[in-house]
T-cell receptor, first 113, second 110 residues
């Protein structure tokens, strides 16, 4: 079974620039999560999708962050414009409709300079 | 107070030592996960528990639902076990979100 694919692996941008991350979950997994992990902290949920609908985006900074999962499969997370404090690892995870399994991608390490 | 507390925050051990990492939580959960994160960011799921005990190789995870406490043990530790170990609890059923602890940074010296 292929894992959760994320790209790019690393990204360095200047503040006020835009950036986009991509995630392809495990085939058949209905639920997709985007997490932000700042250095030294545990991951924090940004947004949760169930198929192509949003379940929870209460912690997504909507003035600059957006995410979509148009066909209920892969997803993109965008930051526009980026701030220094957005430097973090952005993790994507997916889980099936039934059961409690959770699979994480390798993450995208973003550095904003 | 965080909903998921891990201890210790940092742990240095000599190769071969028995290691214990603890996790306490204050919310009702449907499952608890132990995760391993190596430098570079990727997270690997080690265990998912809702009761009792699980063992995989040199790793053992236990959970006490009544006391809201879980432990991760590593027997005969090895330098390749060096990583951050994260406890995460699932709230709200099988489609619920994970709440993460801050992680325990383990360094095993040869």
């Amino acid at each position: 079974e292929a894992g959760v694919a994320q790209s790019p692996r690393y990204k360095i941008i200047e503040k006020r620039q835009s950036v986009a991350f991509w995630c392809n979950p495990i085939s058949g997994h209905a639920t997709l999560y985007w997490y932000q992990q700042i250095l030294g902290q545990g991951p924090k949920l940004l947004i949760q999708f169930q198929n192509n609908g949003v379940v929870d985006d209460s912690q997504l900074p909507k003035d600059r962050f957006s995410a979509e999962r148009l066909k209920g499969v892969d997803s993109t997370l965008k930051i526009q414009p980026a701030k220094l404090e957005d430097s973090a690892v952005y993790l994507c995870a997916s889980s099936p409709d039934r059961g409690y399994g959770y699979t994480f991608g390798s993450g995208t390490r973003l550095t904003v300079v | 107070k965080n909903e998921v507390e891990q201890s210790p925050q940092n742990l240095t051990a000599q190769e071969g030592e028995f290691i214990t990492i603890n996790c306490s939580y204050s919310v009702g959960i449907s499952a608890l996960h132990w995760l391993q994160q190596h430098p570079g960011g990727g997270i690997v799921s080690l265990f998912m528990l809702s009761s009792g005990k699980k063992k995989h190789g040199r790793l053992i995870a236990t959970i006490n639902i009544q006391e809201k406490h879980s432990s991760l043990h590593i027997t005969a530790s090895h330098p390749r076990d060096s990583a951050v170990y994260i406890c995460a609890v699932r709230v709200g059923g099988s489609q619920g979100n994970l709440i993460f602890g801050k992680g325990t940074k383990l360094s095993v010296k040869p």
